[in-house]
């Protein structure tokens, strides 16, 4: 397909895309470094391409004005978006754009204080700068003693800041005094987020851990073998807490038990670097080294089982279902039903799909590119269409990406569908 057409059907597919759908926010020419999301549910890019994303749907508007990669952003009162790059530089949009300042080395994290008055920045050059949203000069706060990754207010008065050399730290912003360490984790720590009573930190050794605020004590432990920690992002309206690390994962948690409930592949390739939900919680938008934005419904995404080891283990629900059939409940039914006639997913249903040419269920609006198809599905075309991903093997179609990495579930899912596809 040529990318005209290619880039037309994208945008007819996006157009009919329901709000909870999956979706992708397309147009940067680079990784995406930093995602923010605003109070009514605007999102915010910031991409390795030195730009800054501002997207209604799926419509960018560029901000220009970093000489670098833009890597963290922060939302401020009534629309301001703030930025922070590697070109040292922390740029505030809106009405008037212009720079609140500059560090010695990269912006590495960015936070508006909850009064919306005044923006804290850490930076790779080892300082936490305060500067105010209206106007006047920004002040340095006492040395935290090593590059910083990480900052999160609680309350107007006081703010954690996370190091490289492992610590976290907590500043008394009315007092000025140095900051305390109240975790000293041995390894850099790279995000936090902050949820009330608590904080929870990721960090390069792949440690997760949430610390009571006011005791000081480890109140959960949500370390998997995946690392490193890269991205964290805290819903209050949801209680989710969502975490993406350097494998590609997205893990989300529920804070009030503790419990990690989804875990899933999201990127094709390469870490996720950065994680926002949407206001109500319900979509999390997520990015990496594709120059892409995914925004996954968190119901999409994969319901975690813990095994023996803590780790992602099919052994339970295999003894009551067997892979095939848990393949396509957890990957496909979503969105496609077995039965014949119209149903109300997403997509067309997969009754009689063996045998049958992409894009003629009858009354199902395809996408242009199932449309034209000429793709016969079968054994072999399915498999593709997993082992590739269908945004690769039917580029713009509407269906998300995902890739079914096993060969054998793979070959387990189709054996399933060939049985479950035929009923009456
Ligand atoms: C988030 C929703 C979603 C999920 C999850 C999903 N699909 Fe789809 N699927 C779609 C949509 C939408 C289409 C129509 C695509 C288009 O028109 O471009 C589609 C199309 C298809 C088609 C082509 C059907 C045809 O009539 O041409 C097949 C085959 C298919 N999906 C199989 C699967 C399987 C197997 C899984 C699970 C591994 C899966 N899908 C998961 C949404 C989804």
Same mark, same amino acid.
């Given at each position: 397909?040529?990318?005209?057409?290619?880039?037309?059907?994208?945008?007819?597919?996006?157009?009919?895309?329901?709000?909870?759908?999956?979706?992708t926010l397309k147009?940067?020419?680079?990784?995406?470094?930093?995602?923010?999301?605003?109070?009514?549910?605007? +999102? @915010?890019? /910031? =991409?390795? &391409?030195? !730009? $800054?994303? %501002? #997207?209604?749907? *799926?419509?960018?508007?560029?901000?220009?004005?970093?000489?670098?990669?833009?890597?963290?952003?922060?939302?401020?009162?009534?629309?301001?978006?703030?930025?922070?790059?590697?070109?040292?530089?922390?740029?505030?949009?809106?009405?008037?754009?212009?720079?609140?300042?500059?560090?010695?080395?990269?912006?590495?994290?960015?936070?508006?204080?909850?009064?919306?008055?005044? +923006? @804290?920045? /850490? =930076?790779? &050059?080892? !300082? $936490?700068? %305060? #500067?105010?949203? *209206?106007?006047?000069?920004?002040?340095?706060?006492?040395?935290?003693?090593?590059?910083?990754?990480?900052?999160?207010?609680?309350?107007?008065?006081?703010?954690?800041?996370?190091?490289?050399?492992?610590?976290?730290?907590?500043?008394?912003?009315?007092?000025?005094?140095?900051?305390?360490?109240?975790?000293?984790?041995?390894?850099?720590?790279?995000?936090?987020?902050?949820?009330?009573?608590?904080?929870?930190?990721?960090? $390069?050794?792949?440690?997760?851990?949430?610390?009571?605020?006011?005791?000081?004590?480890?109140?959960?432990?949500?370390?998997?073998?995946?690392?490193?920690?890269?991205?964290?992002?805290?819903?209050?309206?949801?209680?989710?807490?969502?975490?993406?690390?350097?494998?590609?994962?997205?893990?989300?948690?529920?804070?009030?038990?503790?419990?990690?409930?989804?875990?899933?592949?999201?990127?094709?390739?390469?870490?996720?670097?950065?994680?926002?939900?949407?206001?109500?919680?319900?979509?999390?938008?997520?990015?990496?080294?594709?120059?892409?934005?995914?925004?996954?419904?968190?119901?999409?995404?994969?319901?975690?089982?813990?095994?023996?080891?803590?780790?992602?283990?099919?052994?339970?629900?295999?003894?009551?279902?067997p892979n095939g059939?848990?393949?396509?409940?957890?990957?496909?039914?979503?969105?496609?039903?077995?039965?014949?006639?119209?149903?109300?997913?997403?997509?067309?249903?997969?009754?009689?799909?063996?045998?049958?040419?992409?894009?003629s269920v009858p009354?199902?609006?395809?996408?242009?590119?199932?449309?034209?198809?000429?793709?016969?599905?079968?054994?072999?075309?399915?498999?593709?269409?997993?082992?590739?991903?269908?945004?690769?093997?039917?580029?713009?179609?509407?269906?998300?990406?995902?890739?079914?990495?096993?060969?054998?579930?793979?070959?387990?899912?189709?054996?399933?569908?060939?049985?479950?596809?035929?009923?009456?």
């Amino acid at each position: 397909m040529g990318r005209l057409a290619l880039t037309l059907s994208l945008m007819l597919c996006a157009a009919s895309v329901a709000a909870q759908d999956f979706a992708t926010l397309k147009g940067h020419g680079g990784p995406i470094m930093g995602i923010a999301v605003s109070p009514s549910g605007q +999102v @915010a890019t /910031g =991409s390795f &391409d030195n !730009s $800054v994303g %501002l #997207w209604t749907g *799926d419509t960018p508007r560029w901000l220009e004005g970093h000489a670098a990669a833009v890597t963290a952003l922060a939302w401020g009162p009534e629309g301001t978006l703030v930025s922070g790059g590697d070109d040292f530089a922390v740029r505030v949009w809106g009405e008037s754009p212009r720079v609140l300042g500059q560090h010695q080395g990269k912006v590495a994290s960015l936070a508006v204080s909850p009064d919306g008055r005044t +923006v @804290a920045s /850490g =930076s790779w &050059d080892g !300082s $936490v700068m %305060l #500067w105010p949203l *209206d106007e006047g000069a920004g002040t340095a706060l006492p040395a935290p003693g090593a590059g910083v990754n990480a900052l999160a207010f609680d309350g107007p008065g006081t703010l954690y800041a996370a190091t490289m050399a492992g610590a976290l730290l907590r500043y008394d912003l009315t007092t000025g005094e140095a900051p305390v360490a109240i975790v000293q984790h041995g390894f850099g720590i790279n995000r936090l987020a902050r949820g009330p009573g608590w904080i929870a930190y990721g960090a $390069v050794d792949g440690g997760t851990r949430v610390i009571d605020l006011t005791t000081g004590a480890q109140i959960a432990d949500l370390t998997l073998d995946r690392r490193p920690i890269l991205a964290m992002s805290y819903n209050p309206p949801s209680q989710q807490l969502a975490v993406g690390d350097g494998e590609g994962y997205i893990m989300i948690v529920d804070t009030e038990r503790w419990q990690i409930t989804r875990d899933f592949r999201a990127t094709r390739q390469g870490p996720v670097w950065a994680l926002a939900f949407s206001p109500d919680g319900s979509v999390i938008h997520a990015g990496g080294l594709d120059d892409v934005a995914y925004s996954w419904p968190v119901e999409l995404l994969d319901v975690f089982e813990p095994g023996i080891s803590g780790e992602r283990s099919f052994l339970r629900a295999a003894e009551t279902m067997p892979n095939g059939e848990r393949q396509f409940m957890r990957k496909c039914s979503i969105c496609h039903a077995l039965t014949p006639g119209p149903s109300r997913k997403a997509g067309p249903t997969l009754h009689g799909v063996f045998g049958r040419p992409a894009g003629s269920v009858p009354g199902y609006s395809y996408s242009p590119t199932l449309d034209d198809s000429d793709i016969i599905w079968n054994e072999t075309t399915i498999d593709a269409l997993f082992d590739q991903g269908p945004d690769h093997y039917i580029p713009g179609s509407k269906m998300p990406m995902q890739v079914i990495a096993g060969g054998s579930d793979r070959a387990d899912l189709i054996d399933y569908l060939k049985q479950a596809t035929k009923g009456e």
